[in-house]
T-cell receptor, first 112, second 114 residues
Framework: GAGVSQSPSNKVTEKGKDVELRCDPISGHTALYWYRQSLGQGLEFLIYFQGNSAPDKSGLPSDRFSAERTGGSVSTLTIQRTQQEDSAVYLC??????????FGPGTRLTVT | DQQVKQNSPSLSVQEGRISILNCDYTNSMFDYFLWYKKYPAEGPTFLISISSIKDKNEDGRFTVFLNKSAKHLSLHIVPSQPGDSAVYFCAASEGESRDDKIIFGKGTRLHILP
């Protein structure tokens, strides 16, 4: 079956613009995670959705970042008024009942 | 405050030899540990995991060892192959419900030398 997909694969934007990143998880996976990987850094947790529960937003770095998950499936990560330090690879992952997360290929965001 | 630490940013190993990647953690509540492998321009893929009730888990060429008293785990790859060149992330989770988020280390880049 299809894996986790993310779009766009690459995004170049000007400082101050808003961007939306999309994640399509594996069908039936109830949990969805967003991470980002900045250059030379590890995977930084951003936000976690589990079923109908309130999302865990503890990793969002500022109020410019938000995410939603519609219908328990597709998720959109929005970054408002982008800054150069937002440049990173943004990774989405989903999982079902086990611990193993399935990652998408990521969106490389470059803020100029 | 890093809860999962991979202190070696990179490691080079001769093809055919053993690769040992290390990981330390600080949170004693972690009870499940995972290793992920990441190739450039791809998302991480799950490699192997271990529960805190075990001290060893083996899957083919990959073995993970867990030392709870030292809060240390390691991934052994033997024999190392060229396709093993990648970034390896150690990750940990706490909570029996498995609903808790997974904390990743910064990764170790493994180079397998011909």
């Amino acid at each position: 079956g299809a894996g986790v997909s993310q779009s766009p694969s690459n995004k170049v934007t000007e400082k101050g613009k808003d961007v939306e990143l999309r994640c399509d998880p594996i069908s039936g996976h109830t949990a969805l995670y967003w991470y980002r990987q900045s250059l030379g850094q590890g995977l930084e947790f951003l936000i976690y959705f589990q079923g109908n529960s309130a999302p865990d937003k503890s990793g969002l770095p500022s109020d410019r970042f938000s995410a939603e998950r519609t219908g328990g499936s597709v998720s959109t990560l929005t970054i408002q008024r982008t800054q150069q330090e937002d440049s990173a690879v943004y990774l989405c992952a989903s999982r079902t009942s086990g611990y193993e997360q399935y990652f998408g290929p990521g969106t490389r965001l470059t803020v100029t | 405050d890093q809860q999962v630490k991979q202190n070696s940013p990179s490691l080079s190993v001769q093809e055919g030899r053993i690769s040992i990647l290390n990981c330390d953690y600080t949170n004693s509540m972690f009870d499940y540990f995972l290793w992920y492998k990441k190739y450039p321009a791809e998302g991480p893929t799950f490699l192997i995991s271990i529960s805190s009730i075990k001290d060893k888990n083996e899957d083919g060429r990959f073995t993970v060892f867990l030392n709870k008293s030292a809060k240390h785990l390691s991934l052994h790859i033997v024999p190392s192959q060229p396709g093993d060149s990648a970034v390896y992330f150690c990750a940990a989770s706490e909570g029996e419900s498995r609903d808790d988020k997974i904390i990743f280390g910064k990764g170790t880049r493994l180079h397998i030398l011909p």
